[in-house]
C-alpha cells in the first residue's frame, strides 16, 4: 500500500507563490510518473503537471506553463510543485497522485490512469 501525504498548501495573495510538497511511502517511489491536479468547489479533478519516474520530461496544463515547476527527489521520495504568480481562480485542492504501472508516463492528464491519491491540501488564493 502506498500513502502520498500533500503539504504546503495555504493562503496567500494574487501574483505569491507556493511550494506544495508529495511525500510518498514505499521503496518504489522511483519507478513511477507521478501528477499534481486540482479540484474546484462544483468542478472537476483537473490535471496540473506530471513529471516522469527519473525527473527527465515533465509535462503541465497551458494554464500553468510558465508559472509552476514540477520537480521530484527519488532520494527523499518526495514530489515538489512551485507555484508562482498565483490567480484567484487556482483556488483548489491539490491532489498528488501516483500514474498506475511503472516506468509508464503515457496519458498523464488523465485522473483514470493514477492509481494511489493523497488526501490533498487546500490552496486559497486571495485578489
Known amino acids: 500500500q502506498v500513502q502520498l501525504v500533500e503539504s504546503g498548501g495555504g493562503l496567500v495573495q494574487a501574483g505569491d507563490s507556493l511550494r506544495l510538497s508529495c511525500a510518498a511511502s514505499g521503496r518504489t517511489f522511483s519507478r513511477y510518473a507521478m501528477g499534481w491536479f486540482r479540484q474546484a468547489p462544483g468542478k472537476a479533478r483537473e490535471f496540473v503537471a506530471a513529471i516522469t519516474w527519473s525527473g527527465s520530461s515533465t509535462y503541465y496544463a497551458d494554464s500553468v506553463k510558465g508559472r509552476f515547476t514540477i520537480s521530484r527527489d527519488n532520494a527523499k521520495n518526495t514530489m515538489y510543485l512551485q507555484m508562482n504568480s498565483l490567480k484567484p481562480e487556482e483556488t483548489a485542492v491539490y491532489y498528488c497522485?501516483?500514474?498506475?504501472?511503472?516506468?509508464?508516463?503515457?496519458?498523464?492528464?488523465?485522473?483514470?490512469?493514477?492509481?494511489?491519491w493523497g488526501q490533498g491540501t487546500q490552496v486559497t488564493v486571495s485578489s
Open positions: 497522485a501516483r500514474r498506475r504501472g511503472e516506468y509508464s508516463i503515457s496519458n498523464y492528464a488523465y485522473t483514470g490512469w493514477y492509481d494511489y
